[in-house]
């Protein structure tokens, strides 16, 4: 190992962080003279199926059963705006920009912008009135809350990389691809032992999502999410908390889930809580992951430890934004109505199939109705007896933050 990383990297670093040390404590487990024609097999197929949409129509027609099998897709993506796709993923930061200056005004920026704060302040007057919490605990979570930086909309420019990436004519797309790629991984292995720089964006400004950070603790906001359902100027304030403003405090909520809470405000792993705590907070993250295991969604069922990140985060979002709206007297069936309405989609059976499997977040329906039927608010909005189906009796309502 040690010889490998001294001809690749550009100077031997201090130390490496292996995020995933049991998938190295068990490679010979995987990798072994036993099965090692199969994994040269995987190897080679899964090289063909990520490089068939840069080879020929031809390519990507044979390729396209396997993912129509995760996806249930009915038919492939046409030329067009696969070319669109192929473009966008080389240079999304470009398209990003473009997309960010165009349909993201300023004055929406400014409301966003605002709502964020907002939303910031909100979490730090529940740390502080947080009552299972220490003092020293809380004290450290309102600095990594204050330190949270900011991204909105889309970058103000366009990082160093892009003066690099240059596209020949005269070679195939899949040629371009290749060259491209070498230039993105010389570009990165050049930045291995430099500090950080907080400033750049991981998620483009076309994109239509969201994240929080923990290495870097930073939240995004792209422009491609700050439209209708989940913001819109011109809507109810009631509905863009509900949805953008549930969002934001989603994303704030990583920031003290159970990775996020391992990290300080630098971005350092470091532990920061007392023990007491934090087996406050593992308590209660039982309780997260007992209210979603074992539901069943499509053919197979929630895996309740799977998703408890995103169903923390998705609990202190909706929780977070309901006292925003409570504190303007906004109109609670408009904030819960749009909190399900920005999570409506149309599902495949095999892609239902998919997101079960793998997805670290819980199928739509259970991450709208559980965190819902958490919250006192939405009895009292809808009515909500004891005998209707949405009910949950009040000890079994999960509460983090």
Same mark, same amino acid.
């Given at each position: 190992?040690?010889?490998?990383?001294?001809?690749?990297?550009?100077?031997?670093?201090?130390?490496?962080?292996?995020?995933?040390?049991?998938?190295?404590?068990?490679?010979?487990?995987?990798?072994?003279?036993?099965?090692?024609?199969?994994?040269?097999?995987?190897?080679?197929?899964?090289?063909?199926?990520?490089?068939?949409?840069?080879?020929?129509?031809?390519?990507?027609?044979?390729?396209?059963?396997?993912?129509?099998?995760?996806?249930?897709?009915?038919?492939?993506?046409?030329?067009?705006?696969?070319?669109?796709?192929?473009?966008?993923?080389?240079?999304?930061?470009?398209?990003?920009?473009?997309?960010?200056?165009?349909?993201?005004?300023?004055?929406?920026?400014?409301?966003?912008?605002?709502?964020?704060?907002?939303?910031?302040?909100?979490?730090?007057?529940?740390?502080?009135?947080?009552?299972?919490?220490? *003092?020293?605990?809380?004290? $450290?979570?309102? =600095? #990594?809350? +204050?330190?949270?930086? %900011?991204?909105?909309?889309?970058?103000?420019? &366009?990082?160093?990389?892009?003066?690099?990436?240059?596209?020949?004519?005269?070679?195939?797309?899949?040629?371009? *691809?290749?060259?491209?790629? $070498?230039?993105? =991984? #010389?570009? +990165?292995?050049?930045? %291995?032992?430099?500090?950080?720089?907080?400033? &750049?964006?991981?998620?483009?400004?076309?994109?239509?999502?969201?994240?929080?950070?923990?290495?870097?603790?930073?939240?995004?906001?792209?422009?491609?999410?700050?439209?209708?359902?989940?913001?819109?100027?011109?809507?109810?304030?009631?509905?863009?908390?509900?949805?953008?403003?549930?969002?934001?405090?989603?994303?704030?909520?990583?920031?003290?889930?159970?990775?996020?809470?391992?990290?300080?405000?630098?971005?350092?792993?470091?532990?920061?809580?007392?023990?007491?705590?934090?087996?406050?907070?593992?308590?209660?993250?039982?309780?997260?992951?007992?209210?979603?295991?074992?539901?069943?969604?499509?053919?197979?069922?929630?895996?309740?430890?799977?998703?408890?990140?995103?169903?923390?985060?998705?609990?202190?979002?909706?929780?977070?934004?309901?006292?925003?709206?409570?504190?303007?007297?906004?109109?609670?069936?408009?904030?819960?109505?749009?909190?399900?309405?920005?999570?409506?989609?149309?599902?495949?059976?095999?892609?239902?199939?998919?997101?079960?499997?793998?997805?670290?977040?819980?199928?739509?329906?259970?991450?709208?109705?559980?965190?819902?039927?958490?919250?006192?608010?939405?009895?009292?909005?809808?009515?909500?007896?004891?005998?209707?189906?949405?009910?949950?009796?009040?000890?079994?309502?999960?509460?983090?933050?």
């Amino acid at each position: 190992m040690a010889e490998l990383l001294a001809e690749v990297l550009p100077e031997k670093p201090e130390r490496i962080i292996v995020e995933e040390p049991r998938f190295l404590d068990h490679a010979d487990e995987l990798i072994n003279s036993d099965n090692f024609d199969e994994i040269k097999g995987w190897m080679l197929i899964s090289f063909i199926n990520s490089a068939a949409g840069v080879l020929s129509q031809e390519f990507r027609e044979t390729a396209f059963p396997f993912s129509q099998a995760l996806s249930g897709q009915s038919e492939l993506t046409p030329q067009a705006r696969h070319a669109y796709y192929t473009a966008n993923g080389s240079f999304d930061e470009v398209f990003g920009i473009y997309y960010g200056q165009k349909y993201l005004g300023e004055d929406a920026k400014k409301d966003i912008t605002s709502m964020i704060k907002n939303m910031i302040k909100v979490y730090e007057n529940r740390i502080r009135d947080n009552d299972w919490l220490s *003092e020293d605990t809380k004290k $450290k979570a309102i =600095v #990594k809350l +204050n330190a949270l930086v %900011l991204k909105i909309g889309y970058p103000e420019k &366009e990082e160093k990389i892009y003066d690099l990436l240059q596209v020949d004519p005269d070679k195939s797309l899949y040629e371009n *691809e290749k060259e491209l790629g $070498k230039v993105v =991984v #010389k570009y +990165n292995l050049g930045r %291995l032992t430099k500090p950080v720089d907080r400033s &750049e964006w991981d998620m483009p400004g076309n994109m239509n999502n969201a994240c929080y950070d923990p290495q870097r603790n930073d939240i995004t906001f792209p422009a491609g999410i700050l439209q209708a359902p989940f913001y819109d100027l011109h809507q109810d304030r009631a509905a863009n908390y509900g949805g953008i403003g549930a969002t934001i405090a989603h994303e704030i909520s990583h920031a003290f889930d159970n990775n996020g809470a391992k990290f300080d405000e630098f971005g350092n792993m470091k532990n920061w809580w007392t023990d007491q705590d934090f087996a406050e907070f593992n308590k209660r993250t039982k309780a997260v992951i007992d209210i979603f295991d074992g539901l069943q969604y499509g053919p197979g069922k929630v895996n309740g430890k799977q998703v408890v990140s995103e169903n923390i985060a998705d609990l202190g979002g909706l929780t977070c934004a309901i006292q925003a709206n409570r504190a303007e007297n906004g109109d609670m069936k408009e904030l819960f109505k749009n909190y399900a309405r920005q999570w409506a989609q149309l599902q495949r059976p095999e892609a239902i199939k998919t997101e079960v499997a793998v997805d670290v977040h819980a199928p739509q329906p259970t991450r709208v109705n559980i965190p819902s039927q958490c919250q006192d608010e939405f009895y009292e909005a809808f009515d909500v007896k004891s005998s209707d189906g949405m009910w949950l009796d009040p000890d079994q309502r999960v509460t983090i933050w």
